[in-house]
T-cell receptor
Framework: DQQVKQNSPSLSVQEGRISILNCDYT??????FLWYKKYPAEGPTFLIS?????DKNEDGRFTVFLNKSAKHLSLHIVPSQPGDSAVYFC??????????FGAGTQVVVTP | NAGVTQTPKFQVLKTGQSMTLQCAQD?????MSWYRQDPGMGLRLIHY???????DQGEVPNGYNVSRSTTEDFPLRLLSAAPSQTSVYFC???????????FGSGTRLTVV
């Protein structure tokens, strides 16, 4: 029973355009949300996070939006660059530190 | 600064064999977790620990055991390997109250 869902397995975007990745969750006890980026043959690396008391967090080209009422978050990457091609995982945790991940979205940035 | 170290990087086991995947971190992190990554399934939590002597089950704990006798180490034991345990295993650690887990580079396990 996956409590974090990424329903788009892949996304193709042109270089310079915006990438929008979506994530839904079912557990109302989640209070912290994160995005991770993963290249092949490497471990995931932390990208950006947001607390449940906020609705937006920005870090350079990356912005995460949280809609608690809809149990939905999204990651915006602007502008997209070739080095952004990777698998992106959405993750969520409750106050006990148990981090749960979605299935991931493969992003391909084309020239 | 080693971060999270996983050994071995690759392993082939026969069905029924047992083995231990090692994980060590040198950042004095309280939280540690084990995940497996399978195609189309993302990262699924096997077991996690919030401190030495404290462990709990994740989403897919069956067939795996853990213990946490020190802050630094969190080994994952496969009791009797099955082909369904063929996967890439990741260990991760985090400071308490900060959930930006640091991941190791993974162990690719094949059970034949």
């Amino acid at each position: 029973d996956q409590q974090v869902k990424q329903n788009s397995p892949s996304l193709s975007v042109q270089e310079g355009r915006i990438s929008i990745l979506n994530c839904d969750y079912t557990n109302s006890m989640f209070d912290y949300f994160l995005w991770y980026k993963k290249y092949p043959a490497e471990g995931p690396t932390f990208l950006i996070s947001i607390s449940s008391i906020k609705d937006k967090n920005e870090d350079g080209r990356f912005t995460v939006f949280l809609n608690k009422s809809a149990k939905h978050l999204s990651l915006h990457i602007v502008p997209s660059q070739p080095g952004d091609s990777a698998v992106y995982f959405c993750a969520a945790t409750d106050s006990w530190g148990k981090l749960q991940f979605g299935a991931g979205t493969q992003v391909v940035v084309t020239p | 600064n080693a971060g999270v170290t996983q050994t071995p990087k690759f392993q082939v086991l026969k069905t029924g064999q047992s083995m231990t995947l090692q994980c060590a971190q040198d950042m004095n992190h309280e939280y540690m977790s084990w995940y497996r990554q399978d195609p189309g399934m993302g990262l699924r939590l096997i077991h996690y620990s919030v401190g030495a002597g404290i462990t709990d089950q994740g989403e897919v704990p069956n067939g795996y055991n853990v213990s946490r006798s020190t802050t630094e180490d969190f080994p994952l034991r496969l009791l009797s390997a099955a082909p369904s345990q063929t996967s890439v295993y990741f260990c991760a650690s985090s400071k308490r109250d900060y959930y930006g887990y640091t991941f190791g580079s993974g162990t690719r396990l094949t059970v034949v």
